[in-house]
């Protein structure tokens, strides 16, 4: 069974840094993109950021580029996001999620996480 | 970048009823050399992360009731419920996969 689990969000100050960890099971880790997308309180969802299955490419959505780093270590199975400099409108729940195309990044996620809170003070 | 759109924003079905949610995308998702829509739907529950119901826009992911199926192609996609159930309560999202940034649309949530 995938399993997909969430750590490291929290309450930080505007300008802050958190690092969101997402531990992972139940598949080949390393044979699939990764993603993390977030749900923002009383708006929709917003994919974040890719990357691929060694950790060598990475795309991200306009409003995190410059500030938001995506990782991954296959050895341990484990996925990060670093978010820097954060701003009030990064308060969200970050969901870690699993490309479902073996290789290949263009497939819907086909399974989520719980997600970890992220709140961002002014 | 590709916006997508949703209609309506809420819906209220009775039980045993269709319910039908459209979802229109900015550009064609659909990629002319191998035909396939790359256009996805997921359910979300209260407290619970979304769940695939169809990718490529009208293939039911395993364990999906088929009274949920999707259709449409390029631009416009729908997703049906049919026979509605109390549990199909929820909001639904539709997505697109064609290529970076992937967006989604605004949900529509459904009552009974």
Redesign the interface.
């Known amino acids: 069974e995938v399993q997909l689990v969430e750590s490291g969000g929290g309450l930080v100050q505007a300008g802050g840094f958190l690092r969101l960890s997402c531990a992972a099971s139940g598949f080949t880790f390393g044979s699939f993109w990764m993603s993390w997308v977030r749900h923002v309180p009383g708006k929709g969802l917003e994919w974040v950021a890719n990357i691929n299955e060694d950790g060598t490419a990475n795309y991200f959505v306009d409003s995190v580029k410059g500030r938001f780093t995506i990782s991954r270590d296959n050895a341990k199975n484990s996925l990060y996001l670093h978010l820097h400099s954060l701003r009030v409108e990064d308060t969200a729940l970050y969901y870690c999620a699993k490309i479902g195309g073996q290789n290949d990044m263009n497939y819907p996620f086909d399974h989520w996480g719980q997600g970890t809170l992220v709140s961002v003070s002014s | 970048d590709i916006v997508m759109t949703q209609s309506p924003d809420s819906l209220a079905v009775s039980l045993g009823d269709r319910a039908t949610i459209n979802c229109k995308s900015s550009q064609t998702v659909l990629y002319s050399s191998n035909k396939k829509n790359?256009l996805?739907w997921?359910q979300q529950k209260p407290g619970?992360?979304?769940?695939?119901l169809i990718?490529w826009a009208s293939t039911r992911?395993s364990g999906v009731p088929d009274r949920f199926s999707g259709s449409g192609s390029g631009t416009d996609f729908t997703l049906t419920i049919s026979n509605l159930q109390a549990e199909d309560v929820a909001i639904y999202?539709c997505?697109h996969?064609?290529?970076?940034?992937?967006?989604?649309?605004?949900?529509t949530k459904l009552e009974i």
Not at chain 2, 97 to 107: K, L, M, R
């Open positions: 790359y996805a997921y619970q992360p979304p769940k695939l990718s992911e999202f997505q996969y064609y290529t970076v940034p992937y967006a989604f649309g605004q949900g």
